[in-house]
């Protein structure tokens, strides 16, 4: 099978695939922020009902994943959470899909907001959430400020 076919599936925290992708994002962020304060999603996390967690699934694995945890704060809202691809797939605009298919849950389940938090060092990822139409705001949730974090959110117009 050529590396072309790609899959759209549910993160499933007993797949190895899902332990490798996780285990490559946790290696990433450790070596960014090597005092990160990010809470991360845990592969148990996956299983839980207001965790929406989808990848992109090729021969090799997954190459691209990311999620979405509805939380309450003074209001309901989703975070954006584990959103990372493979760097071999880079710039291809999977991360693109991937929140884009995020967005569209948040739509269907009437989320109005739409947060995450990313670090200073991820350029990348922030220009793709502005390109997206999210702006800076405080933190939220049990984030605290800290120059390590940048926290973003988006309005979702019903």
């Known amino acids: 099978m050529n ?6 599936v549910d993160l499933n925290p007993s797949d190895p695939d899902v332990v490798n ?12 922020y090597p005092v990160a304060t990010a809470q991360s999603l845990e592969l148990e996390e996956l299983t839980l009902p ?9 021969d090799e694995g997954i190459i ?9 704060d003074t209001q309901p809202y989703g975070e954006i959470r584990r959103l990372y691809v493979k760097p071999s ?11 884009q298919i995020l967005l569209h849950q948040a739509g269907e389940k009437q989320i109005p907001l739409i947060r ?14 502005e390109n997206l139409g999210f702006k800076r705001c ?20 019903q």
Do not use: W
């Open 21 to 32: 992708v996780f285990d490559d994002i946790d290696r990433l962020i450790n070596s960014l």
């Open 50 to 58: 207001n965790v929406y967690a989808i990848g992109l699934k090729t």
């Open 89 to 99: 797939h880079r710039g291809k605009g999977l991360s693109r899909r991937i929140m």
């Open 116 to 129: 995450l938090e990313t670090g200073p060092k991820q350029t990348q990822s922030i220009n793709l959430y």
């Open 64 to 72: 691209a994943c990311g999620a979405i945890v509805e939380k309450f």
């Open 138 to 157: 405080g933190s939220f949730g049990s984030y605290v400020d800290n120059p390590q974090s940048v926290f973003m959110e988006l309005g979702l117009n």
């Open 3 to 8: 590396g072309s076919f790609m899959q759209l």
